[in-house]
């Protein structure tokens, strides 16, 4: 049930009967009594919760959770679900960043489940035979695109560390709805009546048409015997069973033998594949502690630094009222910070395990305290430049769809997972094994390899895992204590979605369904984009007039959100907030 859905319980009485006002009258107690005793007590607020962009998924989470499941758990439950009824978005054939907080230990720890080039990848993966790079779609439709999955290697992993139930048990539901069918939501009817390419490999067609080659439509109850049969086996056998044997030689075929456009993935590049724990990066940020990803997503150190830019500002003051949009003021702040942090972004950031990437320096206050001085309140800088001098080339610009999915989960005793899982564009390379699609995550690889000479740090090498924008981020207090789970797809623009949603919550004040429904914007070191049919275009002159370009756009975030209530009627709780742009909910107890 989401928090907006929940109706506090009334009094059985307004006032006390007549009748009982006399018999108080006669025993001599006063009539304030019978009005304490008529009201019911408040509800406790709720201890555990799950948001999902799917119910179904929320559902399958929340049902770990009451079997006393842990929020790994419950989050393994849900991705497991989300990759049936959301397949354009994540799932077993694409990877995934996590961050985990332990409660007692009042500890973050972060895994790293993204996909890497395959053994056979070079620098001319994504190059024509003139050495240009290849037009964006003819890259990702096919094998050509697909990385080594590294998603069930990091549940896996995850589950070793802060599981509680058996890991078969996580992926009863999802088998479950695969075997009972689904209905077809109207969001995945409209991308499959949406897409060009869904036909150009036989399976991914079957399953996503008719037998008259129409797309399924809204309600269609859709079964998938051939992914409840994969995810029984890895039940079974655990991620083993994916990445040994059967299913990955099927893996491979696949992705060799995709049709004018194959790929190089290798049995070898499935059986050596490893999830990493990596070290969170966490700063402070007011009063607050925010965690993010370390590279080889580029999220985590893009969101701190624009936070920290924006520490000198007095975001506070400039809070939009309920039910309102942001101010061209606060905008504009905003605005300027995520120039700073995309200049360095574009720069520097890749696989720190290939590429020296200066996460240290680009996150040091002073460093950041000076770059601040670049923010004027009274005009734009435009295009902003990298604060660093180092050899390596500016990552040139191209195209990056949305689509990926995150997940939120609070469980029963406090732990939390923020987890933001992808297969790259909607429906990935169009190739589907064994009921499930993989991803075309290689192509968030940079095309060109070098510019005028120099290496670009994102470039294409054996092994290496490609640049993400996903951030997912765990916000603490003072004292160490979970105060926030929060991500989001979008491809680059996650990191401006889950900027706002960050500010909105915290400087802001808004609740977290506020905070998530608050109509977006965002600059890439570049245009500022903001949300079409919302509110905030009403910035627009105001924004132009302090220097900025500005584009309006939809902007299809899908924001999934917990926060923890410091004071209620019982103590405290949580709430959640579950963007109103996708099918997502929130479900707690």
């Not at 978005?89 to 332990?102: K, R």
């Not at 240290?360 to 009274?378: H, K, S």
Request: aromatic share 6%; glycine share 10%.
């Amino acid at each position: 049930m989401t928090p907006a859905a929940a109706k506090p319980l009334k009094p059985l009485h307004r006032r006390p009967a007549p009748f009982l006002l006399g018999l108080l009258a006669l025993l001599g107690l006063p009539a304030l009594a019978a009005c304490t005793l008529l009201e019911e007590p408040a509800p406790a607020p709720p201890r555990q919760m799950v948001t999902a962009a799917n119910p179904l998924a929320a559902e399958a989470g929340m049902a770990m959770l009451r079997q006393g499941g842990s929020a790994i758990d419950a989050a393994i439950a849900a991705e497991l679900v989300l990759g049936l009824v959301e397949p354009q978005s994540s799932g077993i054939g694409g990877g995934a960043f996590l961050l985990h907080y332990d409660a007692a230990a009042r500890a973050v720890s972060a895994y790293d489940g993204r996909e890497t080039a395959p053994s056979a990848a070079d620098e001319a993966l994504f190059l024509d035979a003139a050495g240009e790079p290849l037009a964006f779609w003819d890259a990702v439709v096919g094998g050509r695109s697909v990385g080594t999955p590294g998603l069930l290697r990091m549940l896996e992993a995850a589950h070793r560390d802060h599981g509680k139930l058996a890991w078969s048990s996580l992926f009863q539901p999802a088998i479950r709805l695969a075997e009972e069918g689904f209905a077809v939501s109207p969001r995945l009817h409209a991308l499959i009546a949406a897409d060009k390419y869904l036909k150009r490999y036989p399976a991914t067609a079957a399953y996503f048409h008719d037998a008259g080659g129409n797309p399924l439509p809204v309600g269609h109850l859709l079964k998938n015997q051939d992914y409840a049969d994969t995810l029984r086996l890895v039940a079974q056998r655990g991620a083993d069973a994916f990445y040994k044997g059967w299913v990955a030689l099927d893996i491979v075929n696949a992705v060799r033998g995709a049709a004018d456009n194959p790929g190089l993935l290798s049995y070898p590049d499935l059986r050596g594949y490893h999830a990493k724990r990596r070290e969170p990066l966490c700063l402070p940020y007011r009063r607050w502690t925010v965690c993010g990803m370390p590279p080889p997503t580029s999220g985590g150190v893009a969101v701190l630094q624009t936070l920290k830019l924006l520490e000198a500002f007095d975001l506070a003051a400039l809070a939009p009222a309920p039910g309102e949009s942001p101010g061209a003021e606060a905008i504009h702040l905003v605005a300027e910070a995520s120039r700073l942090a995309f200049a360095d972004r574009n720069r520097f950031l890749a696989d720190s395990d290939f590429v020296e990437v200066p996460v240290d320096r680009l996150l040091d206050p002073l460093y950041l305290a000076a770059r601040a001085v670049l923010i004027d309140p009274a005009a734009s800088m435009g295009q902003a430049s990298p604060g660093l001098r180092t050899p390596q080339a500016h990552s040139p610009a191209q195209l990056n769809p949305p689509s990926t999915s995150h997940l939120s989960v609070v469980d029963a005793e406090g732990n939390a997972v923020s987890m933001t899982a992808s297969i790259e564009s909607a429906f990935g390379a169009r190739v589907m094994v064994r009921g499930f699609l993989l991803n075309n995550e290689l192509t968030d690889f940079s095309f060109r390899p070098s510019v005028d000479g120099r290496p670009v740090a994102n470039r294409v090498q054996p092994g290496k895992r490609p640049r993400s924008s996903m951030s997912p981020t765990l916000v603490l207090d003072g004292d160490g204590r979970f105060v926030m789970a929060i991500g989001s797809p979008g491809g680059s623009r996650i990191i401006g979605y889950t900027t706002k949603a960050i500010i909105a919550a915290l400087d802001w004040s808004l609740t977290m369904q506020q905070a998530v429904a608050l109509p977006n914007f965002v600059n890439r070191n570049g245009a500022t984009d903001l949300e079409e049919g919302t509110g905030i275009e009403a910035a627009k002159a105001e924004l132009e007039a302090l220097g900025h370009e500005v584009n309006i756009r939809g902007m299809t975030s899908g924001l999934h959100g917990i926060r923890r209530i410091a004071n209620g009627p019982q103590g405290g709780g949580l709430e959640g907030g579950a963007d109103p742009r996708r099918e997502g909910v929130v479900l707690s107890e």
